[in-house]
């Protein structure tokens, strides 16, 4: 064990930090669940990828840094110091990047992976569906081989990102006989198609982030399956163990938000205003929950990097930093008072941040990539070995 | 940057693992409480052999000469086990007799390597020092002065606890010139970093026994029915038992991140053990209440083992600063700025 940074991630960090320092922009975006917001995180993204630094963790074929892990964390962290904006094409880089590249064709890669790492393709996420959200094995949407097409029919819901995007990857049912999650097939489909309609709804805070998608008669190409016909099941919880894991959900974030919580104490009380008693003791646990998160993903990074594989580790994660970042937008909400439920455009608004924006947004964290609850079943069942039923 | 552990650190770790598993069975581990010192020298001889006194001691005092990055592993399988013996109070007396002087080590340290003789150190966050009444050397703090003092020039009052396998006392002595061994900036250097290895070994042992909890309350939910079907399939069992597994997972990343920054003494150390502990305490403290509620009204017996570790995970809760003030001592220092909020990541290249 060696916690100390060995000189060539020392280097690695000291260029990542020198190019956002140059680049990111000075002003923040506007949200990436409105129009103009989507299309300004696209260039942003663009010009990303231009300096090298879209796709660090991918391999250099595919419009990557072919960075390992380790330096992966390393870029995180200087991203979020740096404040740069959001990932548009999160869906894309970090959940499909890596499915294509574990079940894709050659042709898939190289027909996806470019467009993904420059952005000008951003993909939604297509697996709930009304009646299937968490128990993606409910799934009814479905693909009818025709000739070289596959015929789509059914409805996509609370797909994220699905306002905006050009590209949507779901499951779809190609054995109408089949139950469950037997019978599902993974494909790629385009949203400008004929017969698909996209209704954006709007979340709690008021954007489109995600929408309902209607596709009727849909004709999409047999190549743009992914994976083995009916098999779609076994590369969608790859995908889902990427969102779940460690991809998406960069220590980075948590730490960079336990930073700014205990900033803000710090002002709150230099203010003279009243804190609870209780506040400072949970300032402290959000600090060591958040550390004890960067930890755990070295740990597990390290173990990955030993030739290491990791599985259902996955769900512990999910439960981990999705309450975690509740619970210190909580913590600086309380601290804000009356004051916390202002807009961004109230006259008293200065010096609020983006802690209520933050907050809603924390508010999903236990809902999607499968809600906690889901996750709980899985660590009682996978890992600790309780029976099913 | 390799957060991981060598594949020698984890043989030597099963090593004592199974040593414990075998050797060392729960009923061996309650039939100390009915004995006078509550402590086993013979037990004690054989841990010596497999090194588990001489640890943190040099091979020049017949020690193994590791560091807490080899050690940690190890004190958590003496968690697993419920292990009486002093293995926390070695792990801090030893190093604290090498930084002492020279004398002390040459006249004591081979000794306790060898499972002959016994160090405890009093400090002043511990309201009562375990294991006195068998120790041969006694290192008592009186301020920034520590004093080193024999058995026989000590009065010792037993303090009766919770968990049978403590032993607790209050200690009456007389300081003088000559029995001190450390003052001033030194002493009070001695005393801080004693606190913060007393403090890791206790979170690390931690680890072991809600590892261990967990697996009691698993094994119950497994095998006992209720309405036809096992416990364990209920979704309210699962999510408790699922909860505290996140939570030890999550600390156990901490415990061994502290036992890093004890070896190589970083400036963050003392809010890195701080984490260690609070995290680790709470763990196991939750474990063992999840684990009682799994049981239900049996595991509230005497008879049942489960009090065994649910008892372990008080006292080591206590030990070294509980929950409460580990957590505090990491927001003095994180939020009065005694440590810039950056602690792990972020170095400045």
């Known amino acids: 064990m060696d916690l100390n940074y060995t000189a060539e991630q020392d280097a690695f960090r000291k260029e990542a930090r020198a190019w956002l320092e140059a680049n990111v922009p000075r002003e923040p975006l506007p949200s990436f669940d409105t129009r103009e917001g989507f299309e300004a995180h696209r260039a942003w993204e663009k010009q990303l990828n231009a300096g090298g630094w879209a796709m660090v963790p991918w391999p250099v074929e595919y419009g990557g840094r072919g960075a390992n892990l380790l330096e992966w964390l390393i870029f995180e962290e200087e991203y979020y110091r740096a404040g740069a904006p959001g990932r548009v094409n999160q869906n894309g880089i970090f959940l499909l990047g890596p499915t294509i590249m574990e079940y894709g064709t050659p042709e898939q890669k190289a027909r996806f992976l470019p467009k993904m790492a420059s952005s000008e393709e951003v993909w939604a996420q297509g697996w709930s569906e009304p009646n299937a959200g968490s128990d993606m094995a409910a799934i009814q949407a479905s693909a009818v081989l025709d000739g070289d097409h596959y015929v789509i029919n059914g409805q996509k819901t609370w797909a994220s990102r699905g306002a905006y995007a050009d590209w949507l990857f779901g499951m779809f049912r190609t054995d109408p006989d089949s139950e469950r999650h037997r019978g599902l097939t993974f494909v790629l489909v385009p949203l400008d198609l004929p017969g698909v309609t996209v209704r954006p709804i709007e979340q709690l805070d008021g954007e489109a982030g995600f929408a309902e998608v209607f596709l009727n008669d849909v004709r999409v190409p047999v190549e743009n399956q992914l994976g083995e016909v009916n098999r779609g099941w076994d590369v969608a919880m790859a995908t889902a163990g990427f969102e779940r894991g460690l991809m998406l959900r960069s220590p980075a974030r948590f730490q960079n938000t336990a930073r700014k919580l205990v900033a803000l104490y710090r002002e709150t009380a230099a203010s003279g205003q009243p804190i609870d008693a209780g506040l400072r003791d949970t300032v402290a646990r959000c600090w060591v929950d958040a550390e004890a998160y960067t930890l755990n993903t070295y740990q597990t990074v390290s173990h990955l990097l030993a030739g290491g594989k990791i599985g259902s580790e996955s769900s512990l994660n999910k439960i981990f930093w999705s309450e975690l970042d509740l619970r210190m937008h909580e913590a600086a909400l309380s601290l804000l008072g009356a004051r916390a439920e202002l807009l961004p455009q109230a006259p008293a608004a200065e010096g609020v941040g983006d802690w209520l924006d933050g907050y809603l947004f924390a508010l999903s964290g236990p809902i999607y990539a499968g809600t906690n609850e889901v996750q709980r079943n899985i660590i009682a069942e996978r890992i600790l070995g309780l029976p099913r039923k | ?349």
């Open chain 2, 1 to 349: 940057m390799n957060f991981g552990f060598s594949e020698d650190q984890l043989l030597l770790q099963q090593t004592v693992h199974d040593f414990l598993a075998s050797e060392l069975p729960v009923d061996e581990v309650r039939k100390l409480w009915n004995e006078d010192t509550g402590r086993s020298a013979e037990f004690w001889k054989r841990l010596a052999e497999i090194g588990i006194p001489g640890l943190l001691i040099s091979e020049d005092h017949g020690g193994l000469g590791m560091n807490e990055i080899d050690g940690v592993l190890l004190i958590e399988e003496t968690g697993r086990a419920a292990l009486a013996e002093p293995v926390v109070q070695t792990s801090v007396a030893a190093p604290l007799i090498t930084a002492l002087s020279s004398s002390l080590a040459d006249q004591w340290l081979a000794k306790i390597a060898a499972g002959e003789a016994l160090a405890v150190v009093q400090h002043d966050v511990n309201a009562f020092t375990s294991d006195a009444h068998v120790a041969d050397l006694l290192l008592l703090s009186h301020g920034d002065e520590i004093h080193a003092l024999s058995a026989d020039r000590v009065s010792l009052t037993a303090q009766p606890a919770n968990d049978p396998s403590q032993r607790l006392f209050a200690i009456d002595w007389t300081r003088d010139d000559e029995t001190r061994v450390a003052s001033g900036k030194a002493g009070r250097a001695l005393l801080a970093i004693s606190l913060d290895r007393g403090a890791l070994a206790c979170a690390a042992q931690q680890l072991g026994v809600a590892d261990k909890l967990i697996e009691l309350a698993v094994a119950y939910a497994c095998e006992r029915k209720q309405f036809g079907v096992q416990i364990g399939s209920f979704q309210a069992v699962k999510h408790m038992l699922a909860d505290v597994k996140v939570r030890l997972e999550y600390a156990r990343s901490l415990v061994y991140r502290a036992a890093h920054s004890l070896a190589r003494d970083t400036r963050g150390r003392s809010v890195d053990v701080s984490c260690a502990k609070a995290a680790a305490s709470e763990a196991a403290v939750a474990a063992g209440r999840i684990a009682l509620q799994v049981h239900g009204a049996i595991g509230y017996t005497w008879e049942q083992d489960l009090h065994v570790w649910m008892r372990r995970a008080w006292s080591l809760d206590l030990a070294w600063g509980n929950s409460a003030w580990h957590r505090a001592r990491i927001a003095d220092a994180v939020i009065d700025g005694a440590l810039p909020a950056e602690n792990f990541g972020y170095s400045a290249p």
